[in-house]
């Protein structure tokens, strides 16, 4: 057999997969896959059976299998995915599973159970189990026991498409992605805004209705209070966030050039320090810290005038900075520097406010819809190495990073969702008895 021969073989299979989802159950589909992968001995259509056969005995078999099962794994994900039936991926994930740690059924099946054993061991295989992560949503307060970070992943949807950044983005898997995305932050923001409407103090079935709707993340109550508040309300004086960032935009148009774009930023954010409990934190180290990011930022355009692209760039550094992943080498010892520096700000300042200060940058990208958009983008795509690199530690040694992955979900919610941060305002308005 030839590569191409095996090419053609592995496009059969595919096209047969295909063919199979119009006119298959999402349940029928997975009976299939299981005949013809799992059990692999008998098979309607013996001519695919012999097709898998051939694979499995060509010379390109130990480096190509993993990559044509992949391909077949995801032509039903996909296609599930599309009909909303997600819960197809854990069934299939346990099929599999279940598959690899049993002995082949008989000596004709044995060279497909082997190659099976491989692909579980695969990097391909980690990343279908992420999937189901993903899909297999476990809401905060579940009984289900979550020990590590890696898995809260469902909880989190602005992480996915990051997460999953590897995702088989053939046959529209990256939009179905999206879909469950957006879904997702949907559910999310109707059981924020339900629970937060029970929570009234002048609600009279506040005690009835609170206790039948699931408090939609891990943060206490006081603690879900405040963020929504903090991220609605005003929070420096009479200002809320929004006012602040559009008082400021104003501000830049009468600059000169960058670089004073880039200071005024620097005075615009660390004003948000002299509204804590600590207003000398950043005196120490932290406002140093920040200016010289700035000052680095863009510098071969400090004398060019402000316009909204160059301001989208200094933001996108000060994101980089502040959610470094603290990967630390010889060669990149700053990453690991400026993660610290994340962290000590959260210790001391708290998560609430930390996510408020990484909003305030955001909401300087917002005259453009897509500098907001490129921006809040950006803001993801960072917290998801944060969290990549931490999933396999005990979610209990990191609340911080828990409590800032709730906060922007929360903040996101509220100053980019369905409803005005207003109306939030207004229903946290009074606080807990």
Known sequence: MTYRDLESDAECLYVHLLALRETSSAEGLLYRFKALFIDGDRYPEPEILL??????????????????????????????????????????VRLIDTAAAEPAPSEGTAALRNQLKRFVQSEKYSLLKACERVVNFIPPGSTTEVEIIGGLISQYPFLYPYYLQEWDSGDSGQQMLKILQHTREQEFEASLFNYIKSSRRENPRHSNELASIQKPTSLSPEKLHSAIWRFSGKVEGAYTYQDIAKQTLMGFKQ???????????????????????????GDHKFNYWLGKQLENSCFERDSSKPNHRLLLHSCRDLIDALLAPPSYSFENHTSFENHTMFVDLVSNLEATFTVGFLLKIVLLCQTSVENLRAIREHVAAQFAKLFRHYESYSKENLKWLVECLDNWLIASTVQFGRWNHSVWASLVSNPFR
């Open 255 to 281: 600059l000169p050039n960058h670089r004073a774009v880039k200071h005024s930023i620097g005075n615009y954010l660390v004003r948000s320090i002299h509204h804590t409990a600590q207003p000398s934190y």
């Open 51 to 92: 097709t898998l056969r051939r694979i499995l005995t060509s010379s390109w078999v130990e480096q190509e299998f993993n990559n044509i099962f992949n391909r077949c794994c995801y032509i039903l994900i996909n296609y599930w995915w599309l009909r909303r039936c997600w819960w197809m991926t854990s069934d299939l």
